[in-house]
Each structure stands twice: as structure tokens, then as C-alpha cells.
T-cell receptor, first 114, second 115 residues
Framework: AQSVTQLGSHVSVSEGALVLLRCNYSSSVPPYLFWYVQYPNQGLQLLLKYTSAATLVKGINGFEAEFKKSETSFHLTKPSAHMSDAAEYFCAVSVDSSASKIIFGSGTRLSIRP | EPEVTQTPSHQVTQMGQEVILRCVPISNHLYFYWYRQILGQKVEFLVSFYNNEISEKSEIFDDQFSVERPDGSNFTLKIRSTKLEDSAMYFC?????????????FGPGTRLTVL
């Protein structure tokens, strides 16, 4: 069975500060890992995905995530937070990049302080 | 850029009524999905659909739920007799193929409110 755990349901950072959203996964097979963002009253937008190629994955809006097998982690980072980054972020795992169900974490709400 | 669309954006219904949520996946995609998100909770997988049949379904997807691809463009989720606990945001997703080169693209969701 696969699962993801997101540490921290709410993270607050100052504008310009580093963003770090934590995600740990559990998978019996090599996982595909994703970060999705959900802005208020909108759908899910893919930020980035790991598909067993490079362990450091760059996504949209300046976000990146690093797959660390030894730590079973896939933390999301951004060097400098913008006000527009305020949203809900979901880490997710699948056995296949596209054809299988995606298992989502419980989400982390990111707030940005002026 | 192609996108998944969903209608309606908000559906209000009485308990016990049937509802049909509609989705138009990206036109050349072959795999289709429904997920739901109860307010304040995580996004949950409901069902996947490929080649005109269900590929996988979750425990949530009981006999009250059904999916259909009635034509070449629409993908629908029907709830036969809605319950209060069916109130949620329902997301449709589609992908083009299996394997590591493709991604599931999500629609904006339909908010279902059961009174």
C-alpha cells in the first residue's frame, strides 16, 4: 500500500523567506511522486513530479523538490516566497505516473506574511 | 493549452435525489478519473476508467455511484440517491497514456451540496 504524510497542516513564512513543505512517502514499489497546488476555490494544479529520472525536480513558479530514497522524503522548497504562493499544497504518490490512482496527503496550507 | 472542464461548478440538491456531474477530459486522453474532497479533508480517489470500463474503484465508490462515457467527449459521474455525506468537491482528471511520460490533469471541480 502507498501513502504520503505531510508534516504540518499549516506553514507560515515571511515574504522573501525560504519555503519548505515536508512530505514523506511509503511505497512497496518505486514510487511516482507529485506536488499539487490548490489556490482558493480552484482545482488542483500540478507543480512538479518525480518519475525516477533526476532526483532533483524543478517545477513551476520556482518550486523544486528532491527525492531522497534513504529518507523516503520528497520535500518541496522555494528559495523566496511570494504573496501569490499562498495556497494549499498536496503531496501525492502513485505506482504509475498517469494511469493509476493518485494517493494524496492531507495537505499543507501555506500562508505568506508581508 | 488544453484543459479538463467540469459542469456545473456548483450543484445543490436534496437528499435522495440523483445528480450527474459532467466532465470533458482533454480530447486525446484515454484514462479518466474521479476524485472527491470533503471540505477540510484530503483529496480521495473514487474511480478510474479506461477503454469504456472501470479500471479501479475505491471503497467509497459503492453501488450508489456510476460512471459513463456517453459519447466521445463527456465523462460523467452519477450519484443515484445522494446522502448528506456526499457533499464535497468532485474533481475529474484525465491522462493520455500510462507510463512515466504523462500526467493526470485535473478539472476545476464541481462543488456538490446535499441538503
Amino acid at each position: 500500500a502507498q501513502s504520503v504524510t505531510q508534516l504540518g497542516s499549516h506553514v507560515s513564512v515571511s515574504e522573501g523567506a525560504l519555503v519548505l513543505l515536508r512530505c514523506n512517502y511509503s511505497s512497496s514499489v518505486p514510487p511516482y511522486l507529485f506536488w499539487y497546488v490548490q489556490y482558493p476555490n480552484q482545482g488542483l494544479q500540478l507543480l512538479l513530479k518525480y518519475t525516477s529520472a533526476a532526483t532533483l525536480v524543478k517545477g513551476i513558479n520556482g518550486f523544486e523538490a528532491e527525492f531522497k530514497k534513504s529518507e523516503t522524503s520528497f520535500h518541496l522548497t522555494k528559495p523566496s516566497a511570494h504573496m501569490s504562493d499562498a495556497a494549499e499544497y498536496f503531496c501525492a504518490v502513485s505506482v504509475d505516473s498517469s494511469a493509476s490512482k493518485i494517493i494524496f496527503g492531507s495537505g499543507t496550507r501555506l500562508s505568506i506574511r508581508p | 493549452e488544453p484543459e479538463v472542464t467540469q459542469t456545473p461548478s456548483h450543484q445543490v440538491t436534496q437528499m435522495g435525489q440523483e445528480v450527474i456531474l459532467r466532465c470533458v477530459p482533454i480530447s486525446n486522453h484515454l484514462y479518466f478519473y474521479w476524485y472527491r474532497q470533503i471540505l477540510g479533508q484530503k483529496v480521495e480517489f473514487l474511480v478510474s476508467f479506461y477503454n469504456n470500463e472501470i479500471s479501479e474503484k475505491s471503497e467509497i465508490f459503492d453501488d450508489q455511484f456510476s460512471v459513463e462515457r456517453p459519447d466521445g467527449s463527456n465523462f460523467t459521474l452519477k450519484i443515484r440517491s445522494t446522502k448528506l455525506e456526499d457533499s464535497a468537491m468532485y474533481f475529474c482528471a484525465s491522462s493520455g497514456s500510462s507510463g512515466s511520460t504523462d500526467t493526470q490533469y485535473f478539472g476545476p471541480g464541481t462543488r456538490l451540496t446535499v441538503l
